[in-house]
Every structure is written in C-alpha cells, then in structure tokens.
C-alpha cells in the first residue's frame, strides 16, 4: 500500500463519519508489515511475516465521544464502523473538554525511512540473525532466545478541523536473551538488544550490543555477599527508566495533575532535582528507536526542556489535558518519546574512586510507587566495590529508597551517556541515600 492509498481511505473514515452527524472527529491510520525470526531451544523456531492494516475512529457529538477501530474497507466497512462509534457517543457521560487539535505544520525527521530496509528480503535478514546470534554465543552462556524484527510502516492522521500528518518510517530491531551458566553456576537472567532505521551500520551495531550481552553475564561469576549500609550507590542507565525517568514522566503528565496526583503541579521553576540533572525530550535523535514528527494526536513535536539543572521547566500535555488544565498542548500525546540526559565531566571510574562502599546497580527488579516515590527491589547482575577498587560480582542484595528524595540526591553523571538499547540517552548516576541490604 502506498501512504498516498492510506490516507485517502482515512479521508474516507471521516468523512463517514462527518456524515453521520457528528460534531468533530479523527481518524489514525496504519499500515504495517513485520517479519520476524525468532530463535528458541537452540534454534531458529519461527519465521514469520505478518501485515496488519488498522483504522481507528473518534468522534464528538454533543460533547459525547464515541470510538471504533477496524481493519476493513471495502463495501459498507467503514459506514458500519461509524455508524458503531456515533452510537457509542450516545451512551457515553458529556466531557466539555473533548477536542481535536488544529491543523499545523510539522518538522520532518529525515533518516527514518530506508529503502533497503524496506526491500530487505528475508534471505538477509536470516543472515543478520545467525551472525548475530553467533556473537552472542560463548562456551559459558546459555541463550534462552534472540529475535530480529524489521517494521515497515505508513501512518496518516486527519482531522475535521483540517490537521493531516502522514509519515512512513522502517526499523531493525535486535534482542538476545539468556544466562551464564557452568556445571556448578547459573547466572542471574539478563539481555541486551539495539535498533536502527537503516541498514547500512545496523550489522555492526548489533554485533557491539551481543558483545554487551556476553560480557555483562561473564562479569556475574562467582558472586559474593556484599554489605549493608545506607549511601551511594551506582546507577547504570539500564535501571533509570523504572527508577528516574518513569516517575519524572508521570509527575510532569497533565493527566496526573489533571487527577491530583502529581505532587510537581505547583513546581514549575523550581528545584525538584539535584542541579547534575539536566533532561530534554528529543524526539529528533535518530539514535533513538521512538524518533518521531509528531504525537499521537498528529500535534507537531519538539525538543522540549523538561529539568535544567534540577529546575524544572515544563509540564506535559495532549490537546485534551491542556484544554481541561488552560494550558496548550506540549505535542505528547503518548508521552516523551526521546529522554536525553547531559552527561557530567567525571568518568565511570572516577565516580567509583571518590566512594567508601559502592554498589554498582546494573539491573533492577522490584517495585515503585510513582504517588509516594518509594521503591524496593533486588539489584541484579551488579558489583561490588570499596574504596574504588573492585572485589567482586554480587549476590542478589536488596536496595531501597524514595525517588523524591534519589532524585535530590544524584551526586554526580558520568562523562559519557548510552543509547541504552536505543530506548534513551543517559549517563552512569552516581546517587546518594539508598538503603543497601545484603543479602
């Protein structure tokens, strides 16, 4: 299908449903086609490609709203699938606030569309797939899976108020999974992947992260107890999403100060976190696999301050948060979809070297409270160190403490950020305040 086709059927949708009374409307529309080959039990278990075509209806009438979603469109789909959204509309309670967004420009993001991607055959991609899962492969690991994932997709967005915002993009994922393991040791589970929106580079790029893969699960051998102590503690980007960044995302979101849950709603320009943070949402880095134009809405995207220097710049909105908060929309709807932290002056080991007793977190897995902030969990796959140096990889210890006051305390961020797994850009946060309990 050519996104010329897709967005004249989404015209289609919407106007059935203009006809059919209502007041506004929108429609998203996607075209998507995924191969994928997955290895399990030591083999290659599953080659598949699959095509999806969706249509997702909205519609305001008397300030009702109603929905509908289909993938057909041929004959009287489309008519039905209105006709099933207005109704909908009937039976649901008036929001005064339901709106659409206006039409509006929007910045292209060049570099996420590749045609040789897009016409990868599937020959080559089995090629990606046993050269990859062969890097990833070492006498002392065990790998309990691998999958490759090439995405081609077309999108349009329209509106009645005359938004359109169409966009096509492809993407190459990669995933390895498993653990260390000898006749007398098994490692913790981990795993390691990456992403590209072109070919070209990709190979070599997934070669790097299985060399991660390996090297992180040959480094848990032969674990050791630690010791309990409260203070600093290493925090590698793999664990900031759950224990950083998710709760900064929720606390900034117009929805939760919209609920009264947000407990930043009255924080704007002042210091919530410690001045070593500073946090943009970028969603122009290609380096990330969530670059996009626009939202979810079709609303134009930026890069947007969110913490400079521990202040803290913006709330996030959608169309619909902003109207019911008097604000205007920030373009996330969906969320950040680029989170890039600047990186410090200090390396890894000079953050190491300045410390008593360190645990260097490398895997979380526990839980977090995003109203209170406290959270508890096990610190997997990490080491221990004292006085700078090294001793040893850790038995599973339990660490502890509070976001608010983690945020507060990030003592320093290490002089170099990762692309971790292509989901976000951040550096190493060295953090104080956090209960360690060895277990």
């Not at 492969?137 to 490759?148: C, F, M, P, Q, V």
């Not at 999108?155 to 993009?169: F, M, P, R, Y």
């Not at 943070?277 to 947007?304: H, M, N, W």
């Not at 002056?345 to 360190?358: P, Q, V, Y």
Request: some cysteine.
């Amino acid at each position: 299908m050519r996104l010329d086709e897709l967005k004249k059927r989404a015209d289609a949708f919407l106007g059935e449903a203009m006809q059919r009374g209502a007041d506004e409307a929108e429609v998203g529309a996607s075209h998507r086609i995924v191969d994928r080959i997955v290895f399990e039990k030591n083999d290659f278990q599953l080659a598949s490609s699959n095509t999806t075509l969706t249509f997702a209806l909205e519609v305001h009438k008397d300030q009702r709203k109603g929905s509908a979603v289909t993938n057909e469109t041929v004959g009287d789909a489309l008519g039905i699938s209105a006709d099933a959204a207005m109704t909908l509309a009937g039976f649901s309670l008036p929001d005064e606030h339901l709106c659409f967004p206006e039409a509006q420009k929007h910045d292209e993001v060049p570099g996420r569309f590749d045609a040789a991607l897009d016409e990868l055959s599937p020959e080559k991609l089995r090629g990606f797939a046993a050269d990859f899962l062969a890097a990833g492969r070492h006498e002392k690991i065990s790998i309990d899976g691998a999958e490759l994932q090439v995405t081609r997709e077309l999108e349009a967005i329209v509106n009645s108020k005359g938004l359109v915002a169409t966009d096509k993009a492809t993407q190459l994922n990669w995933v390895i999974s498993g653990m260390g393991k000898t006749e007398s040791e098994v490692t913790s589970f981990d795993w390691y992947g990456g992403s590209s929106w072109n070919w070209d580079g990709s190979k070599d790029r997934s070669l790097a992260d299985a060399d991660v893969f390996k090297d992180k699960l040959l480094r848990c051998f032969n674990p050791q107890k630690g010791q309990s102590y409260e203070g600093k503690v290493l925090l590698a980007p793999a664990v900031l999403d759950e224990l950083i960044f998710g709760p900064i995302q929720f606390h900034i979101s117009g929805r939760q100060i919209m609920d009264g849950k947000s407990r930043w709603e009255k924080e704007l320009g002042k210091q919530v976190a410690s001045d070593c943070l500073t946090l943009i949402d970028d969603p122009f880095d290609l380096d990330l696999s969530s670059a996009a134009p626009y939202d979810a809405e079709g609303v134009a995207k930026r890069r947007t301050p969110i913490i400079e220097k521990g202040l803290l710049k913006t709330h996030l909105d959608s169309t619909y948060t902003a109207k019911r908060r008097g604000t205007v929309s920030t373009g996330h709807a969906g969320g950040m979809k680029g989170i890039s932290v600047a990186p410090g002056t200090a390396s890894i080991d000079e953050l190491i070297a300045g410390t008593d007793k360190l645990v260097v977190v490398e895997r979380f897995s526990g839980n977090l409270n995003p109203v209170t902030g406290d959270f508890s969990g096990v610190a997997k796959g990490s080491h221990w160190y004292e006085k700078g140096e090294y001793k040893h990889p850790l038995i599973e210890t339990m660490i502890a403490g509070n976001f608010f006051e983690l945020v507060k305390n990030i003592v320093a961020v290490s002089n170099k950020a990762d692309h971790y797994m292509n989901e976000y850009k951040s550096p190493w946060m060295l953090v104080d305040g956090v209960s360690v309990t060895a277990n």
